[in-house]
């Protein structure tokens, strides 16, 4: 957070009611998804205790109570798309609350964003109502996943036995609290009535069968942000490809060595890291490649350093965090960062910077067994290398028939930038290091 957890007064009766605005969760970023609320109305909240779960198109952010006191009201549902400087929650403090000065007024959270009118996207608010069985006004305390598995399982919290930290209900208490039951099966063809808007079939009493035909999942976040910039760049990319078949059993027989030394010990070497280091030398010969479109001057901007992306496939859709000034890493430090940035995306703790400013990817289709594909180019940048999966083939090696180390390399590039000379001989120039990694040896 960059002191964007700021309270504000809001308009009441006694003037102790605070209203806690959306913060700047990143450089960049003009919104956020709520995903779940960790408080209720009428609980209780702590100064910096945790009250929502906010993804963006970073990061899922756990955001802290600016100040303590009783929730009064909640201005968003999960689900909603809620912009910078919005209000998420008005909380009653009995404390004597100082109201900032009034010469500014404010209205701005991040330079460049304001509170915008109120978001199209933002759904009514409805106002659940309370079970009979219900043995008291405030919520059982649960993380914020445990409390939206619940709902969609539609559990109560206060019959569930918690596990956690002072007795708070997990996730995995949710799931051990449902029960077991058969199945139900329609007595016949015709007990299923048509499948209403929201994608599930219910039979002639309106319960939902476990057998539902459709299932519709909300696109929030980074999937998002992903289906967004893939449209872009399909929309205003004019994108060529080009592929070559790689002989790499130099590579392989390489690494294999390079793992029992010393210099790699307690690393994850793998091909995608000799790759990366092929891909680098490439561009260093071919700067061409390393470029981005200025449409606004309609000039080619040509990179003298390589942030390179890796893309990672991740629980909450596509990431590529990218290594800074990639060009200057050796392979021993191109294998510690390939790891970090995957780990670091797939936990969900990636920052803004990590994510933003890549000149060239990767995408390693080949962990799925996959043998090539045609990426798209990320907006910003003008090519992006696929890896194929590397497997044994039957193949012609000096001129008698061998079984060898085989995978396809694939080039999408940005034609206004990049012709067909120039993506094939550094495609071609890379599949070399790969089938002579010995040529790479000055530069690991």
Known sequence: MKGALVPEPAASDDGHVLEFRL???GEGLADGDLVSWAVAVGDTVELNQTIAEVETAKAVVALPSPFSGVVVELL????????????????RNDLEVSAPPAAEPRTNVLVGYGPEAESTSRRKKSTPSMASNTPSTHRAAATPAARKLAKELGIDLWFVAG?????????????SAVPVTQPRTPARLGAIAPT???????????????????????IAGIRKRTAAAMQASSRTIPQASTFVTV?????ME????????????????????????????????????NTSWDEQNQEIVTK?????????????GLMVPNLKEAQSL???????????????ARSGNATPNDLRGGTFTLTNVGVFGVDSGVPLVNPGEAAILCIGSIRKRPWVFRDELAVRWVTTLGLSFDHRMIDGELGARFLATTAGFLEDPLTLLSRI
């Open 247 to 251: 002989d790499c059993t130099a590579s």
């Open 23 to 25: 913060p700047d969760l």
């Open 304 to 316: 003298h350093y390589v942030n390179l992306g890796i893309a990672v496939a991740s629980d909450r």
């Open 330 to 344: 050796s392979l021993r430090e191109l294998c510690r960062e390939i790891s970090w940035a995957a780990d670091t």
């Open 254 to 289: 390489l690494l294999d060595h390079l793992r029992t030394t010393k210099s790699f010990e307690g690393l994850t070497l793998t091909p995608l890291a000799l790759v990366a280091k092929a891909t680098l030398a490439a561009i260093a010969e071919y700067p061409g490649i």
């Open 196 to 218: 209403p808007s929201n994608g599930h079939a219910t039979d002639a009493d309106g319960l939902i069968e476990p057998t539902a035909r459709e299932e519709r999942t909300p």
């Open 163 to 175: 596990s956690g930290p002072e007795g708070a209900v997990t996730v995995e208490d949710v799931r």
């Open 76 to 91: 968003a549902q999960p689900g909603d798309t809620v912009p910078v400087g919005a209000p998420l929650i008005r909380v």
